[in-house]
C-alpha cells in the first residue's frame, strides 16, 4: 500500500485547509485510516482516525474544528480542518493498517503498518 498526502500549505489563523490522502494498492475500504502530525521539535502525535466502516476519533485539541472523512470509490481519506490555529502547525502524516477485528478504529501510531510522506500545514497567527 502507498499513501499520498497533498493539500498542505500556508494559510491564515482562522483559515481552512483541507488535507487529502490517497492509497494505491490493497483494497482501499478495508483500512482503518488515520491523520498524525509532528511540530517542529515535536514528537508524532495523533489527531483522527476513521475506521473502515466510517466510525471517527479525534483528539480533544482538534473536536469541533476538523472533520475526518473517506471517499471510498475514489480510494482517498480527507482531513477538513477549519478555524485553524498556530498551534496546528505541523507536518500532518496518513496512515493505514488493516485491523484485526475488522472496523476497529486505530489510534496507536504503532498499530499502523503504512505511512504516506506528509504534507507540512503552516498557520499564521
Known amino acids: 500500500v502507498q499513501l499520498q498526502a497533498s493539500g498542505g500549505g500556508l494559510v491564515q489563523a482562522g483559515g481552512s485547509l483541507r488535507l487529502s490522502c490517497a492509497a494505491s494498492?490493497?483494497?482501499?475500504?478495508?483500512?482503518?485510516m488515520g491523520w498524525f502530525r509532528q511540530a517542529p521539535g515535536e514528537g508524532r502525535e495523533f489527531v483522527s482516525a476513521?475506521?473502515?466502516?466510517?466510525?471517527?476519533y479525534y483528539v480533544e485539541s482538534v473536536k469541533g474544528r476538523f472533520t475526518i472523512s473517506r471517499d471510498n470509490a475514489k480510494n482517498t481519506m480527507y482531513l477538513h480542518m477549519d478555524s485553524l490555529k498556530s498551534e496546528d502547525t505541523a507536518v500532518y502524516f496518513c496512515?493505514?493498517?488493516?485491523?484485526?477485528?475488522?472496523?476497529?478504529?486505530?489510534?496507536?501510531?504503532?498499530?499502523?503498518?503504512?505511512w504516506g510522506q506528509g504534507t507540512l500545514v503552516t498557520v499564521s497567527s
Open positions: 494498492g490493497g483494497t482501499f475500504s478495508n483500512y482503518a
Open positions: 476513521i475506521s473502515s466502516t466510517s466510525s471517527t
Open positions: 496512515a493505514a493498517d488493516i485491523p484485526y477485528p475488522p472496523n476497529t478504529l486505530v489510534v496507536r501510531q504503532q498499530d499502523y503498518t503504512f
